[in-house]
């Protein structure tokens, strides 16, 4: 804490007296926060390891029986740990800027990082310390919540974590720009890769977290708009907006109070969300106890963003007068300031959502619950509508396009758009909805694959390549564009598994004697046992239910429910089988007898396409991540894509 308190006096005084002595002493000074963080951490993973009772958060998170994998995973499990996880991370990313080569806004940056530091050291030794001890050393701990034995569990948290503390770093930067009164889009050259890596992090974050509820909580879904997940996707949005909103200023000179605003909100939503899971002030089963954390997370963050809007409110004139306004309606710039308007509407339908029960028991003095079906219909339209303004952006040139040339160019994925909409009717899918928004995935997916299709194909005219080679060759010399496809068309096979798989479930709650069948979306399962092991610490009760799809024998699955020694209620284990087009999933609710089980089996369409989704979301911004530089090649074969284009 103190370490944190004097990098911020140093790099102050440093910038104020003009001094290299002050501003390298406080990198000195970032150093000793992240050696004595990482220390930390180090100490604390190892008396989570050893069962070291006498230290009240390793008593609360593990006890002799958890695996050791868990007991790595119990350190960010609770208040405490989580926010020594959280600081670690935000020491590190500090040191990395400290260290990296100086420019302009390296000494505001560390003020406004070692400044979060110093709060998460305050909070910590004010309110949650993880190395409290306690008067009585017990003989075991309480163990870790079961349904956070999960591999999801290990991996989530952390890369939520990484995405969260990332974006303080794109928010420093906007600071450093506004306290420098430097308008220029240099800082959104320095901030790219650490806002597209955060952004990374986030999608990764939210997609294994929704992995982790479909295979662990048992209820058949994937997304429940739970506050703590709404918490999570806020930010995401934002930071998708940030990340489009910023290449027309590094290419046109505009938008820059909107990215400002858009770097500053998507730091607050992180805060905000740090406020919701630790305040208890919503129920989640993914937040902390109830604490007082959220009063303090609440005032820093309105401090921040104050201090932030004060900033941007005092160079107004200077941020105008730099910029350029976006004047032709029917070009590239304006299709992206749509798509940030459209990420910025769902944004704030799932944040009115979130605190609206708040709002209501504040001011009619009772808590009005926003559950699924309010977010599902205000979310899918704004959407969907997203998915129509990315299958035609790709075809929109920079500064004018022509409508009717727009049109033109993308008559054939629109006609296959068409085409889908008829062979899903005619197969009997119902909704209109899910055959409009499958039909617009299409078209989506259709003008990316056409758009690379055309400049493999432009390149081979320049250069007499072969179709493998000019392919590999165009993206590694364009990655930032051609990794934006990518991602664009990942999001358009993830939308496919999510419409399908809420459009038309199927859904079974059944009681069943032993040796009974039943029968559900052409699977027939088959109740064989009902049996019981002892582990160490818990009693797993499991039926073995038999699978034949379509008269073909498939192996059986085994739903379990686990009785932990530790905890009251029992952890439901899922068994899932899974296809390219549905997964059949079971899951044993309860039983009378050995000879008598009621199972939920659900057969949920395409969610296997939402994984796979996100892994090529992830695949095309690793892509994007490695820019490869422009060269003349390039240029000839742009050219000669518009050309083909026009005819």
Known sequence: MLLSAYTVAATVRGIVKQSPQWLGSAKGAIFGVSLASISASGLLLYFLTAGRYEYTYVASYTNDALPFLYKLS??????????????????????????????????????????????????????????????????????????????GMVIHPVTLYLGYVGLAVPFAFAMASLMLKSMDSAWLKLIRKWTLTSWMFLTAGNLIGAWWAYVELGWGGYWAWDPVENASFMPWLTVSAFLHSVMIQERKNMLRKWNLTLAILSYGLTLFGTFLVRSGILTSVHAFADSSLGTYFF????????????????????????????????????????????????????????IFPLVSETFLGTKINTGAPYFNKVMAPILLALILLMAVCPAIPWEKASPSRTLMQIRWPLGLSVVTAGILAAMGVNGMFAVFGLSACMFMLATHVMEITRAVRARRRATSENPATAFLKLFSKNRRRYGGYIVHIGIGVLAVGIISSQAYPLELIKTVNRGESFTIGGYELTFNSFNKTKQTDSDIIFAEMGVAYKGKKL?????????????????????????????????LSSWETKNKITVLARVNPFISWIWAGGYIMLAGTLVSLTVGRRTAGISLVQNLTKREAVR
Not at 76 to 101: D, H, M, Q, R, V
């Open 74 to 151: 119990a350190f960010w499990a609770g208040n405490a740990g989580s926010l020594l996880f959280w600081t670690l991370l935000l020491s590190l990313y500090t040191a990395i800027i400290g260290f990296s080569k100086n420019n302009k806004y390296s000494p505001y940056v560390l003020s406004v990082l070692a400044l979060n530091l110093l709060f998460f050291f305050i909070v910590m030794l004010a309110l949650a310390n993880p190395f409290e001890m306690s008067d009585t050393v017990p003989p075991d701990g309480n163990g870790l919540n079961p349904m956070l034995q999960n591999p």
């Open 555 to 587: 192996a059986p699955v085994h739903p379990e429910k686990i009785y932990y020694d530790n905890w009251a209620e029992p952890s439901t284990e899922v068994a899932v089988k899974s296809r390219w087009n549905e997964d059949l999933y079971v899951v």
């Open 299 to 354: 005032i820093f963050l309105a401090f921040m963003v104050l201090f932030a809007s004060y900033l941007v409110v005092s160079r107004n004139g200077l941020i105008n007068s730099r910029s350029v306004p976006v004047t032709a309606y029917f070009s590239k710039e304006s299709s992206f300031l749509l798509n940030n308007y459209i990420l910025l509407a769902a944004a704030f339908a799932v944040f009115w959502g979130t």
